[in-house]
Nanobody
């Protein structure tokens, strides 16, 4: 049906950069909002950044000025450019897509979905 596949996580030193990508596959007609949540050990999953289909963005205060989210609607792909990374950015980053309109088995459906998560580790 629909699947979100993430890439781009890894290990980086403090002050470094990483770029995460997430592509939604399937017979997708449109996606309303795409974004990234993150979860550190012992903490709840929390929003890092999100972007609507029209390009309106929303960032957590802790990443403003350092992270930049963008998307390619034609490719159903969302990106998260992370600069000036800090050890406290270490987390599993999850891609999310809300309001996925897709075709399946002769019908049209709408759903939300999550990626499997990608680890980002920032060393001090």
């Amino acid at each position: 049906q629909v699947q979100l596949v993430e890439s781009g996580g890894g290990l980086v030193q403090a002050g470094g950069s990483l770029r995460l990508s997430c592509t939604a596959s399937g017979s997708i007609i449109s996606i309303n909002t795409m974004g990234w949540y993150r979860q550190s050990p012992g903490k709840q999953r929390a929003l890092a950044a999100e972007i609507t289909k029209s390009g309106t963005t929303n960032y957590a205060d802790s990443v403003k000025g350092r992270f930049s989210i963008s998307r390619d609607n034609a490719k159903n792909t969302v990106y998260l450019q992370m600069n000036d990374l800090k050890p406290e950015d270490t987390a599993v980053y999850y891609c999310t897509a809300a309001g996925i309109v897709y075709n399946y088995g002769g019908g049209t459906y709408i759903r939300d979905d999550w990626g499997q998560g990608t680890q980002v580790t920032v060393s001090s």
